[in-house]
């Protein structure tokens, strides 16, 4: 029975005991209810037609039908935001990443396994992603994307210029954060930052795909998630993708045309020898805002080097992770920011958070943003 305005959850496992647990922590938060339980993807399909839910918890190892195969149908016939119940073991994080591409809004990884006894460890992670789930737009999660793939950014937008026309010079001074800046100066090294997180996954997706393999810069990702998931996104994303994309390593040389993803569990900066530039990774210091890697140290890190320009994109995502560092990267050194618009942002708080500081050189929806990331970057 609904009581009030709570949110109806249904909860799908095959494991009797892991539904009873999910359902108790869930049943424990003031705006949630649960209002039925599944035990595979084809009585979960069933009981989402018939009980119309807010939101889904969503096992991706079942029998008959298993999450993956239950979701797709889901979000093609009575789309609703789900969030999917991981193990972390290679298949278990390559099918989450499926997931993510299916429409799922986010995940949370099981600390013991199918049956996870310990799954309290993860109890305050899953009640903050439920409820997050419940604000989500259906429409942010089926849209599909990727229906054309520019050749070449760089061609399509020289085709916009006049045959007459010369591209506008970057000029880079200390203006305040609404002036636009146009463009970054090739003559300078330019490193391109992207920080993101629920949703994230599609978000970079439909980003890193639509970059032509002749980009050159380096691209530098924190991507909320947690250790042994960012290796399988980094694979995924580099089999789609003109451009390289790798799960970072700690003091690899940073080199042009290649994206790295901070590894989950680690914060990501980058050091100067020489003239090359290095990755590093640092497990040592705490999580930031309750993030390892956090998006405010990478950007901490990029603000030491004075001698960059910046390109940096803060795209869908809970919280503010990215505010404080990108602060502080506006105040020491030469950056252009994007953040992406509420129109398309599953979660409409990181890049939020960003507008409304006044930190945003432009706010784009998230199709629109490759583009505009060649247009910004050549000189």
């Known amino acids: 029975m609904n009581t009030g305005n709570r949110k109806r959850v249904l909860v799908v496992d095959d494991s009797a005991f892991m539904r009873k647990l999910i359902s108790d922590y869930l049943s424990e938060h003031p705006a949630m209810e649960v209002v039925g339980t599944a035990r595979n993807g084809k009585m979960a399909i069933e009981k989402v037609a018939e009980l119309k839910p807010d939101v889904v918890t969503m096992d991706i ?15 093609e016939t009575y789309p609703v935001p789900v969030v999917m119940l991981s193990s972390t073991t290679k298949a278990g994080a390559e099918n989450t990443m499926l997931a993510m591409e299916y429409g799922a809004v986010d995940f949370v990884a099981k600390p013991g396994g199918a049956i996870s006894l310990n799954l309290h460890e993860v109890k305050d992670e899953l ?3 439920v409820a997050a789930a419940t604000g989500v737009q259906i429409a942010h999660l089926t849209r599909s994307f990727l229906e054309k793939t520019p050749q070449d950014p760089i061609s399509e937008y020289k085709n916009t210029l006049r045959s007459d026309e010369e591209a506008p010079v970057p000029v880079f001074q200390n203006k305040p954060a609404h002036i636009l800046h146009n463009r970054i100066s090739k003559f300078e090294k330019t490193f391109v930052i992207i920080g993101t997180s629920t949703g994230g996954p599609r978000a970079l997706q439909e980003v890193l795909t639509r970059l032509p393999a002749s980009i050159d810069f380096p691209i530098l990702i924190v991507q909320h998630m947690p250790p042994g998931f960012t290796k399988s996104l980094a ?112 979660v409409y708080g990181m890049p939020r958070a960003i507008e409304e500081a006044g930190l945003a050189d432009k706010v784009l929806d998230v199709q629109d943003i490759p583009i505009s990331m060649m247009e910004i970057l050549k000189s």
């Open 235 to 346: 694979e995924r994303l580099d089999g789609l993708s003109e451009i390289t994309v790798k799960e970072a390593e700690d003091s690899e040389v940073i080199s042009n045309g290649v994206a790295y993803i901070a590894p989950g569990g680690k914060h990501l900066k980058f050091e100067k020898k020489g003239v090359q530039y290095f990755i590093r990774l640092d497990d040592s210091v705490p999580p930031r805002k309750g993030h390892r890697p956090s998006v405010d140290v990478l950007l901490e890190a990029a603000a030491e080097h004075e001698e960059l320009n910046y390109l940096t994109v803060i795209m869908t995502g809970m919280g503010y992770d990215g505010k404080l560092g990108m602060e502080r990267l506006r105040k020491n050194g030469k950056t252009v920011t994007i953040s992406e618009s509420e129109k398309t942002a599953v």
């Open 61 to 75: 190892e079942m029998p008959l039908m298993n999450g993956l195969e239950a979701l797709k149908i889901i979000m």
């Open 127 to 129: 009640l903050r992603k």
